[in-house]
Each structure stands twice: as structure tokens, then as C-alpha cells.
């Protein structure tokens, strides 16, 4: 492969060369000819012996080429079959890019231009959820990679694939001077390599083409993680000769891991001998797929379900959903299955963030722990995201939804008439423990109801009314609005950022809502607002893309969660406990997020502070929205 | 003896009626000392972060206690940063909250 990238860059400065060459020629050439011109010493021969004459030469440098490396690079990027590439423009890709866009026709994919590589790599990661496979996003290899390394991070703690295209120019001496020395690196990977899940760099077009390939199969094989390809300025760039005509290998992709069959077997025991069974989903369903057979497996043992979000697991109104009260459930608890569940350990134990840090277990003595988690297929060293150590009773290194058909069926077959009787009556308590639930919430979101600031109920509550009747998918944002909206399928809810990096939320709402877009779904974010202000040129990106999506600020003019943290520290220390807004808060002046939005051509209205006001307001921006464009309403609400 | 009189002040210091208060200036307190960051402005309760306090708050003397020691993950507000008094007007402020209407009679609350 080096011999062959040695060809190539030889083939380019061949051409320079002979340019030159033919031009030294031309000119007098003042050091050969004083060479010619020194009298041999001592009787030797001459030093340099006389070159033939060449006879007449082109001087007409060549300037152009018909097939770059690049070319066959987006070759190999449509047979992967990406609709899109995210990326903020640079020199170190600009032969992919300008093959993209001339070669490969702006389509299949289509660039989306974005104003931060953080941006392109969090919209990946939004759209990568509804669609359930990876997406391409291109950066530089230095200072783009720094920018996109945390929403790579993030990517990778949320188990999502992200297909990383980064540029770089290892040749040295192919480098223009200044900046494009500041804009190459050795090994590019290396900032990232503890959070992605393989890279490479390819010195060949061959080799492009087979890593590719790999890192695809890589990146979509549970657990699915971002994977990073450098593409070389000298293999974009360089022209391919004729007879060079490198190929795509077959694209086959592996099947996700089950279950062991000794611990699916020893799991449906448990948890059909069980009194008070819970499923704990965080992550577990990757697909539609996943999200109907968690659902057969909760109906066929009438287990009590904890729902944590991580994906769209669960319909959250079927009278088995007790999320609204896990502790209660966990605490009864006699046997608890976790299907990639984040935080295993802080699930089932309480733990307590005073002075002195003390923790002590949720569960009951005795209670059985069962996880199913392909983390455990991957577990890096570096970054802390695996979280603390459970006592488990079996722990099946797999994905989570390959593996409950096996589980499923397993169940099936232990079944007795009793115990089908006391699946029923256990049944019956959930459903009505569930519609008891469902009341609380309904009274909880009465409080403050018509204050102002506006409670986040409140605006959940209005937002819902507005959606309800339409094929919608929340794209961003939590809160209330899992407790009030009807969840029932797969697509209306793709979890959160993962690693808990600040500033993916409004890129990943405008990934995700590109993906809905060729469905016709209606994307609605609530969006934070300190989110928003990391990267806002986000909604540039949704407006010259046309991408419809409704956001809802969420607009508590503050880092909440910060200005929390300071008012533990000023507490503890009994000292200051008015001074936690300093550093915390967005206020002095206030930011107007309808006129940002309408600087970025996005139709922007606020701030609602009368929650009267909000109802017509949303009903205003879906109109937009329904014509295919972004809207955002700005709501000043509550701080939770 | 020493035990004695330290309970003697303890108690003294977290009488068990609830002392007249201004509502007013407890609201502004609640706002001033952070206590809505977790319990919201109208002590509504937070997602995730705090319990609803109001209306009909805990009695005088637990909540009082809470706030000097709490158990759980609340951060703790000693004498030392809020007065009794001003703890006061803050309980005051609680304790004037109006009930909500019933949500089964707000719309939104029942599609």
C-alpha cells in the first residue's frame, strides 16, 4: 500500500517535475554550467560527463486532471448508501468535497452545510437514531476534529454510529506553507481513538475502499459507536491513472450478538418464578423492532416496566409502564432485568451528594439482578462513562433486542396455568397502579399552572394539545413532555445526548428532524436554552436546508443545572447562598432567541411570558412548520 | 447537663407552632436564597430536582428541621445563612399558595 502511495505522489511530482525540468531548460541553468565548465583535476574524469541534447520541449505545465483520487472516494461513500454528509467546509477535504458536489451530483449524498464541526457531528448523531444507521460527516483533522470531539464523545457514550471522514496531509512535503501545517497532524485519530471504535488511514484508494467498508460494519455492529477515517489531501487529490481502477468489496454486515443460551435460559426462570418482576429499558431498543419485542416480553409476564428513556422502548400510557414509580417498584423488587441500562449501579442504589458521600441499595435483600448489555462487548479504559460497578446475579454481554426473541420464547415455554393466573391478577394491580399514576401526574401539573414564569407542565401540556392529532416525533427535550405526551412508537422519542455534553440537543433536534423529513413527521423540540447558545448558527443550517422542525424554547435563562451545583457548594460552606446566579445565568440582558432565530431566516416568536399566549403562538409557528421550515417560539418557563 | 441544655436551646430555636410570618417577603426570600431553583417560584415542586411544598406545606417543625438537616439530597440551609425569622416568611409564603383548580377541569390536562 505505501509503494503505492509513493507511486501516486511520485506520478504528481513527476509532473511537476518534468514542468520544471523543461523550464530549467528554457532558462539558463547558472550552477550546471559552471559544473560543465571546472576542469577536470589530477587527470580524473570529468565530474559530471556531458548530457545528450534533449531536442524540443513542451513548456505548457499541467494544470488539470479528469480523475482524482477523490472521485473514487465518493464512490465508495454512495455504495455505503449515506443520503447525506454533514460537515462544515475545509481545505483538508476539499477534494472530497468539490467530488461530492461535481462528481457525485450534491445528492446521495447531499452536503449539509453546518457552522461547527460539534454541529455536524451532533446532527449525525440525532439522525442516526431515527434512522438507525450511521450517517457521513466530514471534518478537518485538526482543528475540525477538536471542534467535533464532543459530540463524538457524546455519540459514543449514547451508543450511536457515526461514520467520521477527517482530512489531513501526512506528505510534508507536499504541504502549502502556513496553515496547512497547522491543519496536519502524524496520527489525526489520536484525539478521539478513546471514544470511537476503530479508525484508520488509508494509504491507497484500495485501501480507502476496504476501510470503509470495515468501519461501517464496525460502526453498525452492536454496541454501535462512532468509527474515523482519515482521507489524505495527496489520495483526494492525486489523479488516478487509467489503468488503476480500485474496488468497493461486498458490504455485509454482522449480525448483532444474542444472548448466551445458558443465561437466556437462566433469566426466563428467574423472571417467570418471579412474584414482582421488573424490566428496566434504557437503550434497548435500537429499532421498531426493539421497542415491539420489549413490549411482547413485558405482556408475556405481566412484568411492572421502568422506562429510562435512552431510546423509544415502551409505550408510555400501557397500564404495565410504572415509570412514574420505579423507586416503588424497584424497592418490591424480586427479580430486576436491566436491557442496556446506563447506570446499573445508581439505578438500584440511592446515593447521596452531601459533605460526606454515602450511598445505600434501592433493592430489597435478596432480589435477583439481571443485566443484558452489549457494553460489555467494549468497555474502554480512559473515559468513565461505564459508570459503577453492580452486584449482578447474571450478566449477558450482548445486545439487548437480539437477544429477547430467544428470551421471549423461553418464557413462552415455561409458562404453567398458575403461573398464567398470577401473571393476571399482577397484571390487574399494575394497570391500576399505572392509572393512578397517570392521575398524580395530571394533578402535579396543575401547580402554578397559570404562572409566570410558565411551568414546564404548562407548556408540555400546550404543546401536546397542538401535536396530538399529527404524526409527530420529540426530537429534543424531556421533562413533562414524557409524562403528558402519548408515546406509542418508535420514532417519537431518541433519547438524550449520552454523554451529557451541553450543545447537542438543538443540532441533534435539526439531524433528527432531516431524517423525519422524508417521512412527513412533524419534529418538535423542546429546546434549552444555554443548549441552544453553544452552537446557534444551528438554525442557519435548518432554515437554508429546509428542514421543518418546531422549537419550543425551554427558556429558564440560566445554566440550571450549574446554578444548582454552585447553591450546594455556597450551602455547604454556609457562605454566599445568594450569589449561585454568578457565572450561572444568561440575564444582563436577557437573550432574544426569536430574533436570533429570525436573523438565522428562521420564523421566530417571543418571549411568551403570558402562558395565554402560548397557544396561539405554537399554533402560528406549525403553520410554518407545515409548510416545511423551521419555526421557534421562545417561552420563558419555570426553571424545571 | 451540658446535653440537656443544648436540647433545651434546640428545641427553643425550632419552636412547634409556626411563627407568624410575612408572605411577602418570604416570597422574595424564596426567590433570594435559591430555594426555586429546585422547588420552582411558585414551590410548584421540580422535575428531578424537588419536591412540591406548597399549598399546605409540611408542618412547621419538620420542615424546619428538614431545611436545618436534611436527609436526602437537599443542600442544607443552616441558621447561620437563613434566620429563623426569614425561614419564617418563607413558611408564611408557603402556607398562602392557593389550591389549584382540579385537573380534571382544565382541557389540556385531559387529552
Redesign the interface.
Known amino acids: 500500500m505505501a509503494k503505492s502511495k509513493k507511486l501516486s505522489v511520485g506520478r504528481r511530482n513527476f509532473l511537476k517535475g518534468a514542468a520544471g525540468g523543461a523550464a530549467a531548460w528554457v532558462a539558463t541553468s547558472g550552477p550546471l554550467k559552471a559544473q560543465q565548465s571546472e576542469a577536470p583535476r589530477n587527470g580524473s574524469a570529468p565530474i559530471l560527463a556531458k548530457e545528450p541534447d534533449p531536442g524540443p520541449i513542451s513548456t505548457v505545465e499541467v494544470l488539470t486532471a479528469d480523475r482524482p483520487g477523490a472521485d473514487f472516494m465518493v464512490d465508495v461513500i454512495k455504495a455505503l448508501g449515506f443520503e447525506y454528509v454533514f460537515a462544515n467546509p475545509g481545505s483538508s477535504f476539499r477534494g472530497l468535497h468539490e467530488s461530492l458536489v461535481n462528481y457525485g451530483g450534491n445528492k446521495n449524498p447531499e452536503f449539509i452545510t453546518c457552522c461547527h464541526e460539534e454541529s455536524s457531528v451532533a446532527m449525525a448523531h440525532g439522525y442516526a437514531k431515527v434512522e438507525g444507521k450511521p450517517i457521513c460527516v466530514l471534518a478537518h483533522g485538526t482543528v475540525g476534529l477538536q471542534h467535533a470531539s464532543m459530540g463524538i464523545y457524546n455519540a459514543y457514550c449514547d451508543r450511536a454510529p457515526i461514520f467520521m471522514v477527517i482530512g489531513n496531509t501526512l506528505d510534508a512535503a507536499t504541504r502549502r506553507p502556513g496553515v496547512e501545517w497547522a491543519h496536519s497532524v502524524q496520527d489525526a485519530a489520536v484525539l478521539v481513538r478513546d471514544f470511537t471504535k476503530w479508525d484508520d488511514m488509508p494509504l491507497s484508494l484500495q485501501h480507502f475502499a476496504e476501510s470503509a467498508v470495515r468501519a461501517y460494519k464496525i460502526a453498525t455492529t452492536p454496541p454501535t459507536m462512532p468509527v474515523l477515517l482519515v482521507a489524505d489531501g495527496e489520495l483526494q487529490e492525486t489523479p488516478m491513472p487509467a489503468s488503476e481502477r480500485p474496488r468497493i468489496p461486498k458490504i455485509t454486515l454482522a449480525g448483532p450478538p444474542q444472548g448466551d443460551s445458558g443465561g437466556v435460559a437462566e433469566a426466563a426462570k428467574l423472571l417467570v418464578a418471579a412474584e414482582n418482576p421488573v424490566l428496566i429499558a434504557d437503550r434497548c431498543a435500537r429499532t421498531p423492532a426493539g421497542m415491539k419485542l420489549f413490549t411482547e416480553l413485558a405482556e408475556t409476564i405481566q412484568a411492572a416496566v421502568v422506562n429510562q428513556n435512552g431510546r423509544m422502548n415502551f409505550p408510555s400510557r400501557h397500564p404495565l409502564d410504572q415509570t412514574e414509580r420505579a423507586r416503588e417498584v424497584i424497592r418490591n423488587a424480586d427479580v430486576i432485568l436491566g436491557l442496556e441500562v446506563w447506570d446499573f449501579w445508581g439505578t438500584v442504589n440511592n446515593f447521596r451528594d452531601q459533605l460526606h458521600r454515602t450511598s445505600q441499595p434501592i433493592t430489597k435483600a435478596g432480589a435477583k439482578m439481571i443485566s443484558i448489555s452489549a457494553t460489555d462487548l467494549n468497555t474502554r479504559s480512559n473515559y468513565q462513562d461505564f459508570q459503577r460497578f453492580p452486584d449482578l446475579d447474571l450478566s449477558m454481554a450482548a445486545d439487548s433486542e437480539a437477544t429477547l426473541p430467544a428470551l421471549i420464547e423461553a418464557c413462552k415455554r415455561l409458562i404453567t396455568a398458575d403461573r398464567k393466573r398470577a401473571f393476571e391478577e399482577r397484571g390487574k394491580k399494575l394497570a391500576e397502579a399505572h392509572l393512578q399514576a397517570e392521575e398524580r401526574v395530571r394533578a402535579e401539573a396543575s401547580y402554578a399552572w397559570d404562572s409566570s414564569p410558565i411551568s414546564t407542565a404548562r407548556m408540555a401540556a400546550e404543546i401536546w394539545d397542538k401535536v396530538k392529532d399529527k404524526d409527530w416525533s420529540l426530537v429534543g427535550g424531556r421533562g413533562w413532555a414524557m409524562r403528558l405526551f402519548n408515546f406509542d412508537k418508535h420514532y417519537q422519542h431518541v433519547g438524550g445526548s449520552g454523554g451529557a455534553g451541553e450543545g447537542y440537543g438543538a443540532p441533534s433536534s435539526v439531524g433528527a428532524a432531516l431524517a423525519n423529513k422524508k417521512y412527513g413527521r412533524l419534529s418538535v423540540s423542546i429546546q434549552n436554552d444555554g443548549d441552544l447558545m453553544y452552537a446557534p448558527g444551528v438554525l442557519w443550517t435548518a432554515a437554508h436546508h429546509k428542514i421543518p422542525l418546531l422549537s419550543v424554547m425551554h427558556n429558564n435563562r440560566a445554566y440550571h443545572q450549574e446554578v444548582m451545583h454552585l447553591q450546594r457548594m455556597a450551602n455547604r460552606h454556609q457562605r454566599g447562598i445568594t450569589t449561585a446566579e454568578i457565572g450561572t445565568t444568561l440575564k444582563d440582558p436577557f437573550i432574544d432567541y426569536a430574533t436570533l432565530a429570525r436573523g438565522m431566516g428562521v420564523h421566530g416568536e417571543g418571549p411568551i411570558t403570558d402562558p395565554k399566549d402560548l397557544g396561539p403562538a405554537l399554533a402560528r409557528a406549525l403553520d410554518v412548520v407545515s409548510r416545511g421550515e423551521p419555526a421557534l417560539v421562545d417561552v420563558v418557563t419555570q426553571p424545571r | 447537663m451540658i446535653a440537656m441544655i443544648a436540647s433545651a436551646l434546640a428545641l427553643a430555636q425550632t419552636p412547634a407552632a409556626a411563627p407568624a410570618g410575612n408572605a411577602q417577603n418570604g416570597k422574595k426570600l424564596f426567590a433570594?436564597?435559591?430555594c426555586?431553583?429546585?422547588h420552582?417560584?411558585?414551590a410548584?415542586?421540580?422535575?428531578?430536582?424537588g419536591p412540591?411544598l406548597a399549598p399546605k406545606p409540611l408542618a412547621w417543625a419538620a420542615l424546619s428541621r428538614y431545611v436545618r438537616q436534611p436527609a436526602?439530597?437537599m443542600?442544607?440551609?443552616?441558621a447561620?445563612?437563613?434566620s429563623d425569622k426569614d425561614l419564617a416568611d418563607i413558611y408564611a409564603f408557603l402556607s398562602a399558595q392557593p389550591t389549584?383548580?382540579?385537573?380534571?377541569s382544565?382541557p389540556?390536562?385531559?387529552?
Open positions: 433570594r436564597y435559591g426555586f431553583q429546585c420552582g417560584y411558585e410548584q415542586g421540580g422535575l428531578g430536582t412540591r436526602g439530597q443542600p442544607p440551609y443552616t447561620k445563612v437563613v389549584p383548580p382540579p385537573a380534571k382544565i389540556l390536562l385531559n387529552n
